[in-house]
Each structure stands twice: as C-alpha cells, then as structure tokens.
C-alpha cells in the first residue's frame, strides 16, 4: 500500500525566512505532484514533476524531485504572508487509473 | 469553458437519508475522480472512472456508489447518509497523457 507522509505537519515561520517541506512515499511512483489549499477554496496546481532530478521553481518556491530517495521537497524562499496556505504533496501511479495518493498536508503560516 | 463544476456547494443531511452528488466537467477529459478531505488529512479517493460507463474503488469506498453514464458527468451517490460522511467532497478530472488533476470547487456536507 502507497503511504505518503510530509512533515512538518505545521510550519509558522518569518516572512524573509527560508524553510523547506518534505514529501516522503513508499513505494515507486509516476509522477509527484504539488498542490495549495487556501482556507475553504479547491486546490490549486503548483507543480508536477515527471522524472528523478527534476527541480521547478516558480517564484519563491522550488520543488525538486529524488526518485530513489523517494522523496520531493518543496523549498520556500524568502517567505511572504500571501504564501501562507496548506500544500499538500500527491503521487500518482498510471496503472492505478493515474490515480493520485495525497500527503496529509503541511500547514504554513507566515507572520509579518 | 466552466471546468469542473459540483452541485450543490454545500448540504445538511439526516442520518439516514440518501442524496447524489453531481460533478460535470466539459473539458472532454476521460478520467474523473470523487476524493473526500476531513479536518487535518489530505484528500482520500472515494471512487474514480478511465472512462463513460466505467467505475472503480479508491481507498475509501464504503458508503457510497458512483456512476458514469455520460462522459461529462461523474455521479456520487450516498445511499443512507451516516455522520462519519460528513467531509468536504471534492471532484476531478483530467485527460489520458496530461499530467494535471483540475479540481472542482468542493462540496461540503453535514450529517446529523
């Protein structure tokens, strides 16, 4: 069974701070996904990572993406308080009808 | 071009009773997806469907049935509502070989 964990499950830090949230999974997975979720909206796609190496940024975050570690991080750098939101990290396997196995979400909020 | 849409946005229920959740998406997309978020926990997958007229169980299926008898259009069904069913549901779709989940606004529902 797909288990995928993130920790910290809470994250209060500094605006200008840098701080980095980490997605573990257990088992070989297609792709990894992340995603923000503001207090009761959907969520938004921030990013998909296809392959082991894979690093995209946008902005102040930079997800990256080590395969045999089985593990993504999403770095946040020179935090913002608009940045404050639940991101949530998904993995996907194909033969599974794609379907996506979701973190239980690392909640930030950042402070002026 | 609405994307995914859920109706309705927000339900009370009776333990007992029985209600239909409608997601309608007009993208063409072949995958849809029911997931439910409870307090503190990412989302989980109720049911999916890879295409019209097929259905298949996600990690938490009891309580509730699903079907896809138009492309567009992907059905969750709970036949008699229980307070353990009170969540914020939420539905997606995406296309064969594009790598993104959209998401629907979200339904979020009570039972007493």
């Known amino acids: 069974e797909l288990k995928v964990e993130q920790n910290p499950l809470f994250l209060s830090m500094q605006e200008g701070k840098n701080y980095t949230i980490y997605c573990n999974y257990s088992t070989t997975s297609d792709r990894l996904y992340w995603y923000r979720q503001d207090p009761g909206k959907s969520l938004e796609s921030l990013f998909v990572?296809?392959?082991?190496?894979a690093v995209k940024q946008e902005g102040r975050l930079m997800a990256s993406l080590d395969t045999k570690a089985r593990l993504s991080t999403l770095h946040i750098t020179a935090a913002v308080h608009d940045l404050s939101a639940t991101y949530f990290c998904a993995v996907e396997r194909e033969t599974s009808g794609s379907r996506l196995t979701f973190g239980e979400g690392t909640q930030l909020t950042v402070n002026p | 071009n609405a994307g995914v849409t859920q109706t309705p946005k927000f339900r009370v229920l009776k333990t007992g009773q029985s209600m239909t959740l409608l997601c309608a998406q007009d993208m063409n997309h072949e995958y849809m997806y029911w997931y439910r978020q409870d307090p503190g926990m990412g989302l989980r997958l109720i049911h999916y469907?890879?295409?019209?007229?097929?259905?298949a169980k996600g990690e938490v299926p009891d309580g509730y049935n699903v079907s896809r008898l138009k492309k567009q259009n992907f059905l969750l069904g709970l036949e008699s509502a229980a307070p353990s069913q009170t969540s914020v549901y939420f539905c997606?779709?995406?296309?064969?070989?594009?790598?993104?989940?959209?998401f629907g606004p979200g339904t979020r529902l009570t039972v007493t």
């Open positions: 997606a779709s995406r296309r064969t070989a594009i790598y993104e989940q959209y």
């Open positions: 469907s890879v295409g019209e007229g097929t259905t």
């Open positions: 990572l296809l392959s082991n190496g």
